[in-house]
């Protein structure tokens, strides 16, 4: 074989090869991208729809997960949650530096921009909620949201399981 | 030779010099594919060393020490009950990686311990971390105990303040949500980031337990 032909069967089998390894880490991609949230409203109220809403409730704590989209031209504010079945319900974040995990409380609200949307999530921004009053883990938790310019919008959330929502469901062998 | 004639056998020349390169590159790369070199998710430690010594009350009311789970991979982490957050989907993860395990994760012990002794007793502990999974150790320190395993495993715990005229039992504990993997002969070997998912674990302790016998 000369060089020249030399040259191009490597080249060839190179490029088949790149192929050959985008395609597998496409594929890989496309197997442990995680599901996309629904996009279906639960609640809505004036230019802002509630979607995908979580609780985990545990023995000695519960978390409430939901996405708000702000469909209007005026930022809102989610100026805080009410429940009947607790104390309270605050809004938190989970913070990550170096290692370190800290939570931080948001008295004055989370924002809604306009035309964006405001995410409650694992391991970001999060509803807490205080002392529930249960006597077992119950199906879905009834809230009021409370906005400031919407005004307020009830919200049933299904109680899920934490493995529900952690990422990570990619792990198979 | 005329100038193109000799810029011609030098193109040829250099053509067979960049064909040899990338022959040789391939032929590495497929050597070094065959060889046992593993690249691990986790951050290695090294060199690594004996875990530190950790002995503790189990969920059940078992003392539980760690250098007595030997012969098992293990996987410690740190938390709290009264976490909404982040400690739920830490142990949420360890489930996840059980199941990907199958039967092999009898032969990893995942110890969730816990930085909030004051509120998390025993029966607290047995009221949360079985909830999960029953073969998980959920472990509460004495307080002086925690303070010399923090140091010891280098994380930091740091106590908020409780509201103002409010609940005394009301407050965050700002910890490292670290995972610290303990191989089979109790090296501590890897650590993940609080981020790290079951996905990222999985063939790192896969490789572990199958090194049966080293570090």
Redesign the interface.
């Known amino acids: 074989m000369s ?2 032909r ?2 191009v069967w ?1 080249r060839t089998r ?1 490029a088949r090869m790149l192929n050959a390894m985008i395609a597998t880490f496409a594929i890989i991609g496309a197997c ?1 991208a995680p599901p996309a949230a629904t996009e279906t409203p639960v609640a809505a109220a004036g230019d802002l729809t509630v979607l995908a809403p979580a609780a ?1 409730v ?6 409430l997960y939901f996405a708000v989209v702000n469909h209007g031209n005026s930022d809102d504010t989610l100026l805080g949650i009410s429940c009947t079945t607790a104390r309270a319900v605050e809004l ?1 974040q ?1 913070l ?1 530096m170096h ?5 931080r409380a948001h008295p004055e609200g989370f924002a809604v921009p306009a035309h964006g949307r405001l995410v409650l999530e ?2 970001g921004r ?1 509803a ?3 002392a529930p009053d249960l006597d077992e883990t119950p199906r879905a938790l009834d809230l009021t949201l409370h906005f400031a310019r919407a005004g307020d919008v009830a919200l049933r959330v299904p109680v899920v ?3 529900d ?9 | 030779m005329n100038i193109s004639q000799h810029r011609s056998h030098q193109g ?1 020349r250099l ?2 010099v ?2 040899l390169a ?2 040789l590159a ?1 032929i590495f790369a497929a050597c070094m594919s065959g060889t046992p070199h593993r690249s691990w998710n986790g951050t290695p430690v090294e060199p690594a060393t004996s875990a530190p010594h950790l002995v503790g009350v189990n969920w059940d009311g078992e003392p539980l020490d760690l250098a007595q789970l030997q012969d098992r991979v293990r996987i410690v982490f740190f938390g709290y ?6 400690c ?2 830490a ?3 360890m ?3 059980y ?4 039967p092999r994760a009898d032969d990893v012990a995942v110890v969730f311990v816990s930085v909030d002794p004051k ?1 998390d007793t025993v029966a ?1 502990l047995s ?2 971390v079985p ?2 999974d029953r073969r998980f150790y959920g472990v509460r320190l004495a307080p002086d105990a925690l303070d010399r395993v923090a140091d010891d495993f280098g994380i ?1 715990v740091r106590y ?1 303040r409780p509201p103002d005229g409010g609940d005394g039992n ?1 407050y ?1 504990v ?5 995972f610290f993997v303990i191989d089979r002969r109790g090296n501590l070997r890897l650590t993940f ?3 790290a ?6 063939p790192d302790i ?1 490789a572990l337990l199958e090194d049966a016998g080293g570090s």
């Open positions: 060089h020249r030399c040259s490597l190179c442990v985990i545990l023995p000695s704590s519960a978390a938190h989970s990550e290692g370190v995990i800290r939570m694992p391991g999060h807490m909620v205080v399981d934490p493995s929502l952690a990422t990570g469901d990619e792990a198979h062998s | 040829a053509c067979g960049q064909t990338l022959a391939a009950t009264f976490c909404p957050d982040v739920p989907f142990l949420a993860k489930q996840q990686l199941r990907a395990l199958g509120r607290k009221r949360y909830g999960f930091t908020g009301r965050f700002d910890h490292t949500g670290t980031p609080p981020s998912r079951a996905g990222d674990l999985l896969e």
